[in-house]
């Protein structure tokens, strides 16, 4: 039920035809793709630090470049769905996608550093005008009351890629010969070239496939009937006529929820991005790269289950309860790894994936409520918050660098205390109230 400046109206999800459930299924093809696609950097961090020889803050320079890029094209991809609606926006940013796969080619071939980090943005680029559209279309694609449930099982799928994508990078990626820091020193300038182009050459084969992919689920996209989305008014409107909603800037709900993100995600990549280096150490998992880099897909396949079970509990369990919850959980956890050793710290610190699982999906859905014709913008706003998973990283490695890697997941405990605060009060909506609807074409 909606009223639009006091009468009301009925909505149904009949009125799109129909078509919503296959819709929701097609739209979760992108949410696999892209969790793939996020998850392959935590094999390019440690396999880009061998080749080079950098530093864990210069290894972070890659989750810089690559979540750095939402900063940069959210706005303008909320501009974009404004402009063209969310199908072509989807279409747009999986072609954008695949142009930046074929540019690890030449990156490879040189090989340069800078040159993976420009790949890295315009993949983030299409990846971030992907996020933009999809996360507010999953959301208004049913009931309001069902929307934090209903994005988590879309996430589960995200999640799905990115626990397989660790075993095919450490497969094809990490195939490669390594060779301590040390042994490198003594290589002569030209044996080094040779080594170099050696290790880069294993990323081709992967990303050719998958810009071959990306091209053709664009096209899929493109032909599928998706339902469009309609704004409606569900309270008389506050402001002037050509701003209904007045800024959005005035849903507090929202301003906080751009920063949860931020730390959410700096947090989730920040722990995913330096596990593999984590647990070769002795004192943690004394494991070969390879296998801590098979390790690497617990941390996501928990967050893969943590999605699948949070998509029944959210349907009886309010959203911002459940993400304070769960972010007091990821905390206690991340202090019991920075304070154990051996196999305790590797379980432990995996076992924040569980607990992270919700948290995207929930804090997404709490930060675009009741935004209606500003839904678009207020989505631009939250995925732009993504690039803490640029700042956060980028933090860990310079702490890494000066006390050590074991204690400097404090970083990442810390922004989960922001994150609880934000799910028992900071998310709690202000001003007026609005929603989208699906209709026919």
């Known amino acids: 039920m909606v009223i639009a400046g006091g009468a009301k109206q009925e909505h149904t999800v009949e009125s799109a035809g129909g078509n919503t459930s296959r819709a929701l299924a097609m739209v979760t093809m992108l949410f696999f793709i892209w969790g793939f696609l996020t998850s392959l950097n935590d094999i390019l961090v440690p396999h880009l630090q061998d080749i080079f020889n950098l530093s864990y803050f210069q290894s972070g320079l890659i989750?810089?470049?690559?979540?750095?890029?939402?900063?940069?094209?959210?706005?303008?991809?909320?501009?974009?769905?404004?402009?063209?609606?969310?199908?072509?926006?989807?279409?747009?940013?999986?072609?954008?996608?695949?142009?930046?796969?074929?540019?690890?080619?030449?990156?490879?071939?040189?090989?340069?550093?800078?040159?993976?980090?420009?790949?890295?943005?315009?993949?983030?680029?299409?990846?971030?005008?992907?996020?933009?559209?999809?996360?507010?279309?999953?959301?208004?694609?049913?009931?309001?009351?069902?929307?934090?449930?209903?994005?988590?099982?879309?996430?589960?799928?995200?999640?799905?890629?990115t626990t397989l994508a660790p075993f095919f990078g450490s497969y094809l990626i990490l195939r490669g010969v390594n060779i301590s820091p040390e042994t490198l020193k003594s290589f002569s300038p030209e044996r080094l070239l040779a080594y170099h182009q050696h290790e880069a050459s294993t990323v081709r084969l992967p990303y050719i496939g998958i810009g071959l992919t990306l091209i053709l689920v664009a096209a899929a996209i493109a032909i599928f009937k998706l339902p469009r989305i309609q704004t409606t008014q569900e309270f008389r409107p506050m402001g002037d006529s050509n701003n209904p909603m007045g800024s959005v800037l005035q849903h507090r709900n929202l301003v906080l929820g751009v920063v949860a993100i931020f730390l959410y995600v700096g947090a989730e990549v920040a722990i995913g991005s330096y596990l593999i280096k984590y647990f070769v150490q002795p004192d943690t998992g004394n494991l070969s790269i390879k296998t801590a880099a098979n390790y690497v897909a617990f941390y996501w396949g928990g967050a893969m289950i943590g999605r699948f079970i949070g998509a029944g509990v959210l349907q009886r369990v309010k959203a911002g309860t459940a993400v304070g919850f769960v972010a007091i959980a990821a905390f206690v956890l991340t202090i019991v790894s920075i304070l154990s050793f051996g196999?305790?710290?590797?379980?432990?610190?995996?076992?924040?994936?569980?607990?992270?699982?919700?948290?995207f999906p929930s804090i997404f859905t709490l930060g675009i409520a009741g935004l209606g014709p500003l839904t678009g913008k207020g989505s631009g706003l939250l995925v732009m918050g993504i690039v803490g998973g640029a700042i956060i990283p980028l933090a860990e490695g310079k702490v890494a660098d000066m006390i050590g890697l074991h204690h400097a997941f404090i970083i990442p405990a810390l922004c989960y205390i922001f994150i609880a605060y934000y799910g028992f009060i900071g998310s709690r909506p202000t001003g007026s109230q609005q929603k989208l609807v699906p209709v026919a074409d």
């Open 63 to 161: 989750q810089f470049a690559f979540f750095s890029a939402y900063f940069l094209f959210s706005v303008p991809a909320g501009k974009v769905v404004e402009t063209i609606g969310y199908k072509k926006t989807m279409v747009a940013g999986l072609l954008v996608m695949a142009a930046s796969a074929f540019l690890f080619l030449p990156a490879s071939a040189v090989p340069s550093y800078p040159f993976f980090l420009g790949a890295m943005i315009v993949l983030a680029a299409g990846v971030t005008a992907l996020q933009v559209a999809a996360n507010p279309y999953v959301s208004v694609l049913g009931p309001p009351s069902t929307a934090s449930s209903r994005l988590n099982l879309t996430q589960a799928f995200n999640s799905l890629g």
């Open 343 to 359: 196999s305790l710290a590797v379980w432990s610190i995996l076992l924040v994936g569980l607990f992270n699982s919700i948290m």
